[in-house]
């Protein structure tokens, strides 16, 4: 597609708008980088090509490093990044139209293997641990799985692209969508910002590369290193655990410190309430856990009650977007002129009339696979299974994508086991149980995980391009092509790995969230009860932390994530709010603030891409030989090497955030 290559703009005037991360004033209006009016290279052969080999490598990567070591990594920022670097290199004019679009095809591959291997390798997993059941998936299965999956979430999504973006611009901090934006500005404007970008970028990577690879000191910071602490865990059931990670800081950085602080309230709650609460006078095989397992065992489905009533309460209050959206379907009036109808190119999305025949063939195609996939489903039953994918898909999506616009982070695994919990349930009362309905209830979690994480995903997408300028209903189109090609390279790792390694024994792969997917269809399948009551309490107190004005989401988040994940956020909160606000100049404030922004966005960015370089050497057998010696793994330098380090990092991205800015006053 060739398009007009004469309004591009300038290099030197490439820069994000001022009011790009806030909220607007009275009767302010966003302008984007890249003009609406104007129109600019999106869809050619260097965008497709590059996006479709970008879904390839990073959906083997992603599923590679997530089956075998637990660890998901974020394909965005590594893709932005190499999408700067091969347009750089090949001297293209108008890199930044163009490499936008590759981002959001290749993107496709982090959100499609979230949601395949988060569920589906359970199949194998009950397998192996039951040999007595006779479980059969194949490739077919599984691709058709991750595809419908994906093709949901991204038209479910795209009805409420307008309000997430536009609508609440600036009411979000879009954590990942920041760093990334950041990412292809710096590399389209080049100079000073690019090399603070690379800088902070190459700190970021190669303080979690130590960590994680060299194993120099603790990634994760923990008072169980005392012997008071780990008495204080084991009598008390109180343990203090952080994730000394750069990753974690900068997130934290670009979160802010208002949302970050509510997720660690919720994370208190959970950890420093409930769970020594249950220790000291829970049943005696509780008091007999430590604060880990009481968290794991109990307290984190509080969490995900409260996440499901979230998502319940974003859908009563999004009615009205949902109306509005949907019922431009029956908007349009014959006769109307080409000037009522004409629409800006940066707010243009896929008519919604396609998205409706979209909707239907989705249905007619899984109804299909339903019915002849392999499933053995009768009409009733599959009935009942196209109304669970439908109902959950839509009810989470809002969900999903008010997750990754608050924190970065989408709790699509404690959507999914609220689906699987349900949708085990409900299928069993329609008869599908034992082996027949283990498989059918995981395709059919693998199917909503997958449409969960590509609305998490694919907002960020769009957010990106709502800050550069970018054609919304090419993101659209082409996100389909990135995930369809992600989806048929995921179902081919899966049965590879899965066939390589398996799920048992030495040198078995990891998968955590599978098993713990298995753990709980399998029990609910043969008879078992689910953990209703906990699931009360935690959608009652959703209710009422909505009815005071706290974001219910936000804190049920922090109640389900690890206590260690959360604490990090709230020091980079802290230290955001630290810089924007110790000038009395607010332009001062702005300018720290603004720099900090890109050496956070940095730090994401660097370890992304060592993450990325971890989970090849990882596979290469090369981390054994390389690391620490396990003499030294948990020793006194070990551990306060750690702190020294964190407490380092903190210093350099303060200190380096507030030089070069001074009053004029």
């Known amino acids: ?20 991360y806030r909220e607007l004033k009275e009767g302010e209006e966003y302008k984007p980088i890249l003009l609406s009016t104007k129109k600019y290279p999106e869809i050619n052969a260097w965008t497709i090509v590059w996006g479709i080999l970008m879904a390839i490598i990073f959906s083997a990567a992603t599923a590679y490093s997530g089956l075998r070591f637990g ?19 090949a001297k293209r004019k108008s890199a930044l139209s163009e490499n936008v679009i590759i981002q959001s095809i290749g993107a496709s591959s982090g959100v499609i293997v979230a949601g395949a291997i988060f569920t589906l390798p359970a199949i194998y997993i009950i397998q192996e641990r039951n040999p007595g059941i006779q479980l059969d998936v194949n490739f077919f299965q599984i691709f058709l799985a991750s595809l419908f999956g994906g093709f949901l979430g991204i038209l479910f999504l795209i009805p409420f692209r307008k309000y997430f973006v536009s609508d609440m611009h600036g009411k979000y901090p879009f954590p990942e ?27 970021g990577g190669l303080y979690d590369f130590c960590a994680s690879t060299f194993q120099f000191w603790s990634e994760t910071i923990s008072s169980r290193w005392m012997a008071w602490g780990d008495a204080l865990a084991n009598n008390h059931k109180f343990v203090f655990n952080m994730s000394g990670t750069g990753i974690l800081l900068g997130t934290g950085y670009l979160i802010g410190l208002k949302y970050a602080a509510i997720i660690c309230a919720g994370s208190f709650l959970s950890w420093w309430v409930i769970v020594p609460l249950l220790g000291q006078y829970g049943a005696a095989d509780i008091v007999a856990m430590g604060p880990e397992e009481i968290f794991t065992n109990y307290v984190k489905y509080i969490g995900i009650g409260g996440i499901a009533m979230a998502g319940i309460l974003g859908v009563i209050k999004s009615a009205g977007v949902i109306k509005t959206s949907f019922g431009t379907i029956f908007r349009g009036k014959k006769g109307a002129t080409e000037e009522e109808t004409k629409v800006l190119r940066t707010q243009r999305d896929i008519s919604m009339k396609i998205i409706l025949f979209g909707f239907l063939g989705i249905l007619v195609l ?24 439908f109902a959950f898909a839509f009810l989470f999506t809002t969900v999903a994508a008010t997750a990754i616009a608050t924190v970065g982070s989408n709790p699509v695994s404690g959507m999914t086991m609220m689906t699987l919990i349900l949708s085990s349930f409900i299928l069993a009362a329609v008869g599908l149980k034992g082996p027949a309905g283990m498989v059918t209830a995981l395709i059919v979690g693998g199917i909503v995980c997958s449409a969960l994480a590509m609305a998490g995903g694919f907002i960020t997408d769009l957010k990106i391009g709502y800050w550069i300028g970018t054609s919304p209903y090419k ?16 179902g081919g790792v899966i049965i590879i790995l899965s066939d390589t390694y398996g799920y048992t024994g030495a040198d078995a792969l990891a998968a955590p969230q599978a098993n713990a997917m298995a753990a709980i269809v399998e029990p609910l399948m043969s008879g078992g009860q689910a953990p209703w009551m906990l699931y009360i309490v935690g959608a009652v107190l959703a209710l009422l932390l909505d009815m005071i004005g706290i974001p219910a989401l936000a804190f049920s988040l922090g109640m389900f994530l690890p206590l260690q994940l959360n604490i990090p956020l709230l020091v980079g909160g802290a230290i955001a709010w630290f810089i924007g606000s110790r000038s009395k100049d607010e332009v001062v404030n702005k300018a720290r603030k603004d720099k900090g922004t890109l050496l956070a966005s940095g730090l994401l960015a660097g370890a992304a891409i060592f993450g990325v370089i971890s989970a090849i050497l990882r596979y290469a057998g090369v981390t054994e030989k390389i690391a620490m010696p396990e003499s030294y793994i948990g020793t006194t330098p070990f551990n306060v090497l750690a702190v020294v380090m964190f407490v380092a990092l903190c210093c350099y991205l303060i200190a380096h955030s507030m030089s070069g800015a001074k009053s004029k006053k």
């Open 366 to 389: 899984m109804g299909v696979f339903f019915a002849f996939g392999g499933l053995n489903m009768n009409f009733t039953q599959v009935l009942v299974g196209l109304l669970i994918v």
């Open 1 to 20: 597609m060739k398009e007009n290559e004469e309004n591009i703009t300038p290099e030197n005037e490439v820069k994000v708008p001022d009011n790009a």
């Open 177 to 203: 969508a920041t760093a990334t934006t950041e990412i292809l500005v710096s590399g389209a404007k080049g100079g000073k910002q690019l090399k603070l970008l690379l800088l902070s970028g190459l700190i």
């Open 475 to 490: 993101q659209q189109t082409f996100k389909f092509l990135g995930t369809f090609v992600s989806a048929l390279t995921v």
């Open 71 to 89: 660890q998901v990594f974020e394909a965005a920022i590594p893709i932005a990044i190499i999408a700067v670097g091969a347009s750089t290199i």
